[in-house]
């Protein structure tokens, strides 16, 4: 495989559900961030990881809690979801202080009943 | 505060026609600039991008034009298509470091 996976591809469960996220990059880049796209607002940045290490965490609340256990993998864990985080989140990854883009996965479709 | 500026929101084009998509900064920092085309059901994909060391870029349709002095720079889609039909994203980052995106731009094209 090659590029960003992100699984499951779509995903729906109750408000008090425990989940998680899983992406998986192949491209041998060094940071790996998580986004949440709603519709009509901006990609919203949640989660960077530079070098396995966690970077920035732009004012998630808790029932997000993100993993990195290697460069190539980040999950993001999932409990006690509201309906507004009903959304598409995306992975992405990039090599950091290189000009180079960020890659995204194709995301995972979330719905909080 | 909205780091990326893109305009118009929405935009409906013919078939031949160009398509302009528009982004302002204010950060003089951001020296990568790319932009992304994102279909429904997918994750946003790199179309093309520039350095402000250069005025211009083009990759066949698709041309990225850079002001570096008004800090605006645009994405011209020649000839659109209806396979052109896509949300369009614009960003900017310092040295690959994090990476601010605009609120897209959900282009239509006419057959």
């Given at each position: 495989?090659?590029?960003?996976t992100?699984?499951?591809?779509?995903?729906?469960?109750?408000?008090?559900?425990?989940?998680s996220?899983?992406c998986?990059?192949h491209?041998g880049?060094?940071?790996?961030?998580?986004?949440?796209?709603?519709?009509?607002k901006?990609?919203?940045?949640?989660?960077?990881?530079?070098?396995?290490?966690?970077t920035?965490?732009n004012?998630?609340?808790?029932?997000?809690?993100?993993e990195?256990?290697?460069?190539?993998?980040l999950?993001?864990h999932?409990?006690?979801?509201?309906p507004?985080?009903?959304?598409?989140?995306?992975?992405?990854?990039?090599?950091?202080?290189v000009?180079?883009?960020?890659?995204?996965?194709?995301?995972?479709r979330?719905?909080?009943? | 505060?909205?780091?990326?500026?893109?305009?118009?929101?929405?935009?409906i084009?013919?078939?031949?026609?160009?398509s302009?998509?528009?982004c302002?900064?204010?950060?003089?920092a951001?020296?990568?600039?790319?932009?992304?085309?994102?279909?429904?059901?997918?994750?946003?994909?790199?179309?093309?991008a520039?350095?402000p060391?250069?005025?211009?870029?083009?990759?066949?349709r698709?041309?990225?034009s850079?002001?570096?002095?008004?800090?605006?720079?645009?994405?011209?889609?020649m000839?659109?298509?209806?396979?052109?039909?896509?949300?369009?994203?614009?960003a900017?980052?310092?040295?690959?470091n994090?990476f601010y995106?605009?609120?897209?731009?959900?282009?239509?094209?006419?057959p």
């Amino acid at each position: 495989e090659t590029g960003v996976t992100q699984t499951p591809r779509h995903l729906v469960m109750g408000m008090t559900n425990k989940k998680s996220l899983k992406c998986e990059q192949h491209l041998g880049h060094n940071a790996m961030y998580w986004y949440k796209q709603s519709a009509k607002k901006p990609l919203e940045l949640m989660f960077v990881y530079n070098f396995k290490e966690q970077t920035e965490n732009n004012s998630v609340p808790s029932r997000f809690s993100p993993e990195c256990p290697n460069s190539s993998h980040l999950f993001l864990h999932l409990h006690t979801l509201q309906p507004e985080d009903s959304a598409l989140y995306l992975c992405a990854s990039s090599q950091m202080y290189v000009d180079q883009p960020q890659h995204f996965g194709d995301g995972t479709r979330l719905s909080i009943l | 505060q909205q780091q990326v500026k893109q305009s118009p929101q929405s935009l409906i084009v013919q078939k031949g026609g160009i398509s302009i998509i528009n982004c302002a900064y204010e950060n003089t920092a951001f020296d990568y600039f790319p932009w992304y085309q994102q279909f429904p059901g997918k994750g946003p994909a790199l179309l093309i991008a520039i350095r402000p060391d250069v005025s211009e870029k083009k990759e066949g349709r698709f041309t990225i034009s850079f002001n570096k002095s008004a800090k605006q720079f645009s994405l011209h889609i020649m000839d659109s298509q209806p396979g052109d039909s896509a949300t369009y994203f614009c960003a900017a980052s310092m040295t690959g470091n994090q990476f601010y995106f605009g609120t897209g731009t959900s282009l239509t094209v006419i057959p």
